[in-house]
């Protein structure tokens, strides 16, 4: 079965700073990847996927993401924070044509 | 363009009352469709996905059960809430059909608190 491990349910940067969120996954099968973003009491907002065409995703807000398979990666970075980039970060990995298999998540706490 | 909706998008409810959630999607047809539910600290956990009208897949044994009675609305359900049964609740669709690839569009959430 598919998981992924998105490591410190917590990161704190400030604003400007490099962002870096880290996520693990484990897959028996060549792997989908989705990042999502959740804002406070919203539903979740798709970043970026990564379907095999190039390792290096960018994606909306200034977002970019790594598959790096040697690694068994997919980290979220940023270069610089934003304080609206305040929220919670959610890795998942595609399970079936039906499912995708979420990690616990990570908030992105931003200070001025 | 397709819409996902969600309602209502608070509700408190006294412990062994019924619950009703409804999802609809507009824009698009055939969707598969999903019910989350995200407990505090925990992640988001799928509870039911359906592929098809009547058709409902369960992940996961509880207090809750899923209805789709048309096309592009899913309903999540309970005859007597439990005190665990409070999160916030997330329904979400994706293409029918679309591959291991397929994106998932959610809606807004309900937050349902049980007193």
């Known amino acids: 079965a598919q998981s992924v491990t998105q490591l410190g349910s917590h990161v704190s940067v400030s604003e400007g700073a490099l962002v870096l969120l880290r996520c693990n996954y484990s897959s028996s099968v060549p792997p989908y990847l989705f990042w999502y973003v959740q804002y406070p009491n919203q539903g979740l907002q798709l970043l970026l996927k990564y379907t095999s065409a190039a390792t290096l995703v960018k994606g909306i807000n200034g977002f970019e993401a790594e598959f790096k398979k040697s690694e068994t990666s997919f980290h979220l970075t940023k270069p610089s924070a934003h304080m609206s980039d305040a929220a919670e970060y959610f890795c998942a990995v595609s399970e079936s044509f039906q499912k995708l298999v979420f990690g616990t998540g990570t908030r992105l706490l931003v200070s001025p | 363009s397709q819409t996902i909706h969600q309602w209502p998008a608070t509700l408190v409810q006294p412990v062994g009352s019924p619950l009703s959630l409804e999802c609809t999607v507009e824009g698009t047809s055939n969707p598969n469709l999903y019910w989350y539910r995200q407990a505090a600290g925990r992640g988001l956990q799928l509870l039911f996905y359906s592929v098809g009208i009547g058709q409902i897949s369960s992940e996961v044994p509880q207090n809750l059960s899923a209805s789709r009675p048309q096309d592009r609305q899913f309903i999540l359900s309970s005859k007597k809430l439990l005190l665990s049964d409070s999160g916030f609740y997330l329904c979400?669709?994706?293409?029918?059909?679309?591959?291991?690839?397929?994106?998932?569009?959610f809606g807004p959430g309900t937050r349902l608190t049980v007193l």
């Open positions: 979400a669709w994706s293409v029918r059909g679309g591959g291991r690839n397929n994106e998932q569009f």
